[in-house]
């Protein structure tokens, strides 16, 4: 083989799916901290038309990336997440600061549900000069500071692991367009679109603050979540078939991280662990 095949001139991060999971195998613990998404929440409906959501955490993308990957997968998520909700109480049930389940990696995957908060007038996005990045309890109650303090408080007792950070994909998700008529007349839709964009921007803020961390831009990278892409890939929220196509994204678009990071990603295996090969600088 050619070396320079794993390399090629002017790839894009989901330019193929992976068959397997690529250089992702070199995490052998991972993280997903989420809402509904990442917890493979399914919608059923009675004959009378009454929903129930039912969190079924071995549909989970992040148990497919698990066995896609042939790593362990740990969910801390819930249907119905904010980032607020994990900070302030979530964590404590879900067991996200359990020194025995801490992993070498985590993937966040929340906003959709604090954009739905904001736009009813609870809270408000921020920005980055709400985050005091020596110490979290500094932070401001607003999303991006929730935010960043899980990544801080995760990197006080885990401090080489690795954090991916998800955007929201273009196209009407399954929250684009169900938030209530507005007094002042402004279209829901076209504002939680714009607030995308804005998490967008902070995430990479993010990754620019704190190290080891990176983006997964399906904002700019993910096919459309259009009616065609829904008609295929959820029925209320995402289908068996959506899930496990999310999971061939992320396990994708990291292994291209990876693979345009590779010295930055050299002792993995080292993470958590009391040792550190200083021979070869990274």
């Keep these: 083989m050619n070396i320079k095949d794993l390399f090629p001139e002017g790839e894009k991060p989901l330019d193929r799916l992976l068959p397997d999971g ?30 129930s959501y039912h969190d079924m955490y071995e549909y989970s993308w992040g148990q497919y990336v698990a066995r896609i990957a042939g790593l362990t997968a740990r969910n801390f998520s819930r249907g119905g997440m904010t980032a607020k909700e994990m900070a302030e109480s979530y964590h404590i049930p879900c067991r996200l600061y359990d020194r025995s389940l801490l992993c070498q990696g985590y ?37 991006i500071g929730y935010y960043a303090a899980l990544i801080q408080r995760v990197r006080a007792l885990a401090p080489d692991c690795v954090f991916f950070l998800m955007t929201m994909p273009r196209g009407e998700n399954p929250a684009e367009g169900q938030s ?42 993910a096919p459309v979540y259009d009616e065609e892409f829904r008609r295929l890939f959820y029925y209320g929220h995402m289908s068996e078939c959506g899930y496990l196509l999310t999971a061939k994204m992320v396990v994708s678009y990291i292994d291209y991280i990876i693979r345009h990071n590779m010295r930055a990603f050299k002792q993995t295996a080292l993470i958590g662990l009391p040792y550190r090969n200083t021979t070869d600088a990274v």
């Design 22 to 51: 690529g250089f992702v195998g070199i995490f052998r613990t991972m993280g997903f901290i989420g809402d509904s998404l990442s917890s493979g929440e399914f919608e059923a409906t009675t004959a009378e038309g009454a929903k």
């Design 180 to 221: 209530a008529p507005r007094a002042d007349g402004a279209d829901p839709a076209v504002l939680r679109a714009k607030m995308y964009d804005r998490i967008r921007e902070l995430l990479y803020g993010l990754a620019d603050m704190f190290p080891n961390v990176y983006v997964l831009d399906f904002r700019t990278y």
């Design 107 to 143: 993937v966040m995957a929340l906003g959709v549900n604090d954009v739905s908060q904001i736009l009813a007038g609870n809270g408000e996005l921020g920005d980055l000069s709400d985050i005091d990045p020596k110490n979290s309890e500094n932070n401001k109650k607003t999303f």
